[in-house]
C-alpha cells in the first residue's frame, strides 16, 4: 500500500458527460502529479500541482482540468468525454521540495478505470 | 526530447531462469532513470532508480540494472525469476528541472512453472 488513494476505482459512463476523479496523496505529501494510461498512448503525464499551484503540465486535453485544495487532495476532472478517454488513470504523490527533481520519488495510487461508452 | 524505449512489449520464462528487461532512453543530459512494476490492478511501484555514481543499481524484490551511458541503456536483471514477479514492467526518465516522469510502453512478463 503506497498510502496514496483513488476513488473512484471504477468509473463507467457515457460520452459527453463529465465526471470528477478524486486523490488523496500520502500524508506529508505536497505535489501530486495525474498520469494516464491507455492501450495506444501508454503512461503519460498529464499534470503537476504543488501545494496547491499547478507545477508542470504534460500532454493534457483542454477538456481535462485538476486542481489541489487546501487539504492537498486534488481532482482531475474530465469533460465533454470521448471514447478515446477509456484508460486508467492514476495519481501519485511525492515531497516534492524544490529544486529536487526526481529525487521526489512518486508514489503511486492504484489508479481509477474509466470506461466512456 | 526525452524518451524511453522498451524494445520488448512480452517476455515468457520459466521461473528459476535468469531475466533481462532492456529499456534504452534519450536524454541529453545525464539523466534519471528509474523501473516500476505494475502488478495486475495495481498501481506502480518502483523497484530501483539511478541518479549518479555506481552504475549498478540494487533495487527491491532481487531487481538489479546497469546504466551504460555508451548504449543508453539501463537494462533490468533478476538472476531467478519466481513465480510472483509475473507483472508489467515500466522503465522511465526523468530530468533535474522538472519532476514528471516518462515512461516506455512496458514490458508483459509471464512467468511459467
Known amino acids: 500500500d503506497s498510502g496514496v488513494t483513488q476513488t473512484p476505482k471504477h468509473l463507467i459512463t457515457a460520452t459527453g458527460q463529465r465526471v470528477t476523479l478524486r486523490c488523496s496523496p500520502r500524508?506529508?505529501?505536497?505535489?501530486v502529479y495525474w498520469y494516464q494510461q491507455s492501450l495506444d498512448q501508454g503512461l503519460q503525464f498529464l499534470i503537476q500541482?504543488?501545494?496547491?499551484?499547478?507545477?508542470a503540465k504534460g500532454n493534457i486535453l483542454e477538456r481535462f482540468s485538476a486542481q489541489q485544495f487546501p487539504d492537498l487532495h486534488s481532482e482531475l476532472n474530465l469533460s465533454s468525454l470521448e471514447l478515446g478517454d477509456s484508460a486508467l488513470y492514476f495519481c501519485?504523490?511525492?515531497?516534492?521540495?524544490?529544486?529536487?527533481?526526481?529525487?521526489?520519488?512518486?508514489?503511486f495510487g492504484p489508479g481509477t478505470r474509466l470506461t466512456v461508452l | 526530447a526525452q524518451s524511453v524505449t522498451q524494445p520488448d512489449i512480452h517476455i515468457t520464462v520459466s521461473e528459476g531462469a535468469s531475466l533481462e528487461l532492456r529499456c534504452n532512453y534519450s536524454?541529453?543530459?545525464?539523466?534519471?532513470l528509474f523501473w516500476y512494476v505494475q502488478s495486475p490492478g495495481q498501481g506502480l511501484q518502483l523497484l530501483l532508480k539511478?541518479?549518479?555514481?555506481?552504475?549498478l543499481v540494487q533495487g527491491i524484490k532481487g531487481f538489479e540494472a546497469e546504466f551504460k551511458r555508451s548504449q543508453s541503456s539501463f537494462n533490468l536483471r533478476k538472476p531467478s525469476v519466481h513465480w510472483s514477479d509475473a507483472a508489467e514492467y515500466f522503465c522511465?526518465?526523468?530530468?533535474?528541472?522538472?519532476?514528471?516522469?516518462?515512461f516506455g510502453t512496458g514490458t508483459r512478463l509471464q512467468v511459467f512453472p
Open positions: 536524454y541529453g543530459a545525464t539523466p534519471y
Open positions: 500524508s506529508g505529501d505536497l505535489s
Open positions: 522511465a526518465v526523468g530530468s533535474y528541472n522538472t519532476d514528471k516522469l516518462i
Open positions: 501519485a504523490s511525492s515531497v516534492g521540495a524544490e529544486g529536487q527533481g526526481p529525487y521526489n520519488e512518486q508514489f
Open positions: 539511478y541518479f549518479s555514481g555506481d552504475t
Open positions: 500541482y504543488y501545494n496547491g499551484e499547478e507545477r
